[in-house]
């Protein structure tokens, strides 16, 4: 077997390169890394998560500061991430912003993760030995 090539139990072994071409191009694995990386903060995980359990399914900036020992401005930096990844989207209305969860991200997310996803595609066997084996 060539060096780059995978036996992927009895399956022709086949180069790397044509199996990452099907599985997530580079423009595809960049936005599923500033999803992963909005969320890379716990203050953003729980964010998201009071948002999306709130009444109605949107939550106002002063109901969100109640539940953090947080300057305003810091969480205000962990909202802002949130929105500009995607996953919240904001609304004005008078001197408060209202949030809402987008539901469209966290598919992409569910679709990454997800037991066949992306990172375990289906057709390949659970484990599977390489040339570093």
């Known amino acids: 077997m060539a060096v780059g090539e995978i036996d992927v139990n009895g399956i022709a072994a086949l180069p790397l390169s044509a199996i990452g071409a099907d599985v997530l191009d580079p423009g595809d694995a960049a936005s599923a890394a500033a999803l992963f990386k909005a969320l890379g903060d716990p203050v953003r995980v ?7 359990h709130s009444p109605n399914g949107e939550a106002c900036f002063c ?3 109640d539940e953090f020992d947080l300057p305003q401005s810091t969480l205000s930096h962990h909202v802002k991430m949130l929105v500009n990844a995607g996953l919240l989207s904001r609304e004005r209305r008078g001197t408060w912003s209202w949030y809402r969860v987008q539901d469209d991200p966290l598919e992409t997310l569910t679709a990454l993760v997800r037991t066949h996803g992306m990172f375990r595609p289906h057709h390949l066997a659970p484990t599977r030995r390489g040339v570093c084996d």
């Open 46 to 52: 729980r964010l998201l998560a009071l948002v999306a």
């Open 63 to 65: 109901d969100l500061a």
